[in-house]
């Protein structure tokens, strides 16, 4: 089972000399990031889950709505909220889409178990940093599912092989057939491929001028939209399976 998720996150680097925008502009361009995303899966008929980050959601409604009338699951994405922002964003999109968050992941910030149990998750999916180094370090952990707590704790996919994980910057920076024979392997050995990818990864470089790391920039924006398409298309052609993460938990 194929498990893909996209971070709707804003991008917070700097910017380049001489150069600024807004947070208004900078919201727009996750926005029309997300959109371009949203005509790729439509496409190619691929549900997914969206992880929406906590302080963006309320400026973000009407296109969250636009998320859940596409079929696609909406779940939190945490950078550094607190629990009582969590829990006032959760149940002001609730009532806004009429159906219940499910998911939460994180990265820098872990709020504890116990405390995302109260707020009514029913799954964690943690996810860690990658630079330029760490995406292809070779790894070694339990790729399975845990039950803590009554929440199901859905870990980040790697390929049993070669050991590389199902990062952002693995599937930007990787060609995309060696991504296609990681992607087979691994649903030979586990019950799922957990790929994540960052919606400011579709981002234009060469128009809007953020301050990141060359390798951030490769294969970014245009050339990142059609390799999401070549990949979904193959998904298609080998009638691989997917699905939305609150319903393979479930």
């Known amino acids: 089972m194929i498990l893909l998720t996209f971070n709707i996150t804003n991008n917070r680097s700097d910017f380049e000399k001489n150069y600024d925008l807004t947070d208004e502009e900078i919201l727009k361009i996750t926005e029309q990031n997300t959109s371009s995303i949203l005509r790729t899966l439509e496409n190619n008929n691929v549900l997914a889950t969206f992880f929406v980050e906590v302080s963006i959601v309320e400026k973000l409604k009407p296109l969250i709505k636009k998320i859940i009338g596409k079929g696609h699951e909406i779940a939190f994405y945490n950078e550094n909220s607190s629990l009582l ?5 959760k149940g002001s999109i609730e009532e ?15 709020l504890s178990i116990e405390e995302l149990k109260k707020l009514e998750f029913t799954y964690i999916s943690n996810i860690e940093n990658a630079d330029i180094l760490f995406p292809f370090k070779r790894l070694k952990r339990s790729t399975q599912i845990l039950q803590k707590s009554g929440l199901s704790i859905i870990p980040e996919s790697i390929s049993p092989y070669s050991q590389i994980p199902y990062n952002d910057f693995v599937f930007q920076a990787l060609p995309l057939q060696y991504y296609k024979s990681m992607v087979l392997e691994t649903m030979k050995n586990d019950d799922f491929v957990l790929v994540y990818i960052n919606s400011w990864q579709f981002t234009n470089f060469g128009k809007f001028h953020f301050k990141i790391p060359f390798y951030r920039k490769y294969n970014s924006g245009r050339k990142m939209d059609d390799k999401l398409e070549n990949f979904l298309r193959w998904i298609n052609d080998e009638n691989l399976a997917f699905s939305r993460m609150k319903d393979f938990i479930f």
Not at 85 to 89: L, N, R, V
Not at 100 to 108: D, V
């Open 96 to 110: 806004n889409i009429n159906k219940i968050i499910r998911g939460i992941r994180q990265k820098e910030v872990s």
């Open 85 to 89: 922002e969590i829990e006032t964003a």
